[in-house]
């Protein structure tokens, strides 16, 4: 048998020696090609089966449709081979080359690929079931649409390769580096993927249902619209990620850093979240029914300098099903091109001085009234907020004198120190803007006042994030049709109006 190997070996080199390349259909079944060069060979359709061709230099070469089941290629350099539609089943390919390869549609059923080079190479609609890719080098590669489901990936270094629409159920990306990687609409169910780098990439629509993602690092990622029901989010890192639309019905978030991650339209029911940090995480658009939550960090750092306690789910549930604080001023008059292009003007330059309203207000015209509504992520802004938005309109005085008595009668009030504090900061910080106001903002206020539909009835109103409404400020005349102007004789909101007005702002402390 021994003799019968060699001859297939010599016979093989002399014919490439002599520049013969195309070997296509070859059978070299158990033939021994260690450390052979054929490299730029054409063995389309080859019969390798248990073939040993450990360290042979096959780069360049076209192995397409070839059966390398159970073949020994390990140190192969297989750089730029062509392997599309070859089998690879049981091969052994530790630390082979395969940079730049092409193995469209391969089969590398239960391959022992381990430490292989794996950059920029082809992999797309592969067959990897339950393949051993340890520490492999998966830079730039495509393996869009491939099967790794059960497949062995840790340690695997991939970054900026595509595994859009791939398979890994069950798979173990444990500790791998795959930062910018494209995980679109892929399915990661039941995978373990411990303490895995996946900073920038793009998860959206993947199918992470009950994946391990403890220690995860996700910073930047988007993960808009992925299923990660049940999936084990502890201590993760989640920091500036896109979540929006995300399922995470009862997975555990517990301790997880989701710091100025965006997670409007997220179904949170029966979650856990104890732990978590959510500085700058907006409260509203999220469905948090049944939630498991003892307390989250609300520090800018995440250092639990800021701590929210719970004393029931409820408590939890209210804090995050909060709605945004809005200021809503209604006209009494009809907007027009002309007034809609002073206001656009005014709150245009009324925002360089108080960038919290940097967003423009929603606007809706009806038959006889106009009413501006502006929203904020933190109820601390509504006073200013209505201080500055009636700046335009010859209400504003009068409205102004009232937020003002509003601002004093909040401090006789028996509140918790540190929100008086902020609530009077506020405010005293849009005056203060306001008193420092360039002259074009002078301007521009006393252009708008002298249209008409800035000089009509108006009504402030403040509606905290607990839906609770106060009226600061209505004209006399506001709701009228015609008739004789008349002084306006308003009066401001009880004591005790303000009172349940403030308690129902969500966790202002």
């Known amino acids: 048998m021994e003799a019968q190997e060699l001859l297939k070996r010599f016979e093989l080199v002399k014919r490439y020696t002599e520049g013969n390349r195309d070997f296509t259909g070859i059978n070299l079944n158990e033939a021994n090609l260690s450390r052979i ?175 391990d993602l403890s220690g995860a690092n996700l910073k930047d990622a988007d993960l808009s619209d992925a299923k990660l029901s049940g999936a084990n989010l502890n201590g993760a890192d989640l920091r500036n990620t896109n979540l929006a639309n995300t399922n995470f019905v009862h997975a555990d978030l517990t301790e997880t850093n989701l710091i100025n991650a965006d997670w409007v339209g997220a179904d949170l029911t029966g979650a856990t979240l104890t732990g978590a940090r959510l500085y700058l995480v907006p409260r509203f658009g999220i469905i948090a029914d049944n939630i498991n939550c003892e307390w989250v960090d609300l520090s800018p750092d995440g250092d639990r300098t800021l701590i929210q306690q719970f004393n029931s789910p409820s408590e939890a549930r209210k804090f995050l099903n909060h709605r945004p604080g809005l200021v809503r001023i209604v006209v009494n008059a009809v907007l027009d091109y002309s007034a809609n292009i002073a206001l656009a003007t005014a709150y245009s330059e009324i925002a360089r001085h108080y960038p919290a309203m940097s967003c423009p207000p929603d606007i809706e015209v009806g038959y006889r009234r106009t009413t501006l509504t502006f929203r904020f992520d933190s109820d601390e802004h509504l006073l200013p907020a209505a201080f500055l938005g009636i700046l335009p309109f010859n209400d504003a005085l009068e409205t102004q004198k009232n937020i003002v008595a509003v601002s004093k009668n909040i401090g006789n009030q028996d509140l918790k120190n540190n929100r008086v504090v902020q609530l009077c900061k506020a405010l005293n910080l849009a005056i203060n803007n306001l008193n420092e106001a360039t002259e074009m903002l002078q301007t521009v206020v006393n252009s708008a006042r002298k249209t008409k539909f800035f000089q009509s009835p108006t009504q402030t109103i403040l509606i905290s994030s607990g839906q609770e409404s106060l009226t600061v400020y209505s004209h006399q005349n506001f709701g009228r049709r015609g008739g004789k102007n008349q002084e306006s004789k308003f009066s401001l909101p009880a004591g005790e109006k303000i009172v349940d007005f403030l308690a129902s702002f969500d966790y202002l402390d």
Do not use: M, P, Y
Request: net charge neutral; with cysteine; charged share 15%.
């Open 37 to 211: 060069n054929l490299s730029g060979s054409i063995l389309r359709r080859a019969s390798l089966f248990v073939t040993n061709i450990s360290g042979a230099n096959l780069s360049e070469a076209d192995l397409s449709e070839a059966n390398l089941n159970v073949a020994r290629l390990s140190s192969t350099n297989l750089s730029r081979a062509i392997l599309n539609g070859a089998t690879l089943n049981v091969a052994n390919l530790v630390r082979a080359d395969l940079s730049g390869s092409q193995l469209i549609g391969a089969s590398l059923i239960r391959g022992e690929l381990v430490r292989c080079e794996l950059s920029q190479s082809n992999f797309s609609g592969a067959n990897l079931t339950e393949a051993d890719l340890r520490e492999v080098k998966l830079t730039e590669a495509n393996l869009s649409g491939a099967n790794l489901s059960g497949a062995n990936l840790r340690g695997a270094l991939a970054s900026s390769a595509n595994f859009q629409g791939a398979n890994l159920h069950g798979a173990d990306l444990t500790k791998a580096e795959l930062n910018g990687v494209n995980f679109s609409n892929a399915d990661l169910r039941q995978a373990s993927l411990q303490q895995v780098n996946f900073s920038g990439a793009d998860l959206s629509g993947a199918n992470l249902k009950w994946a």
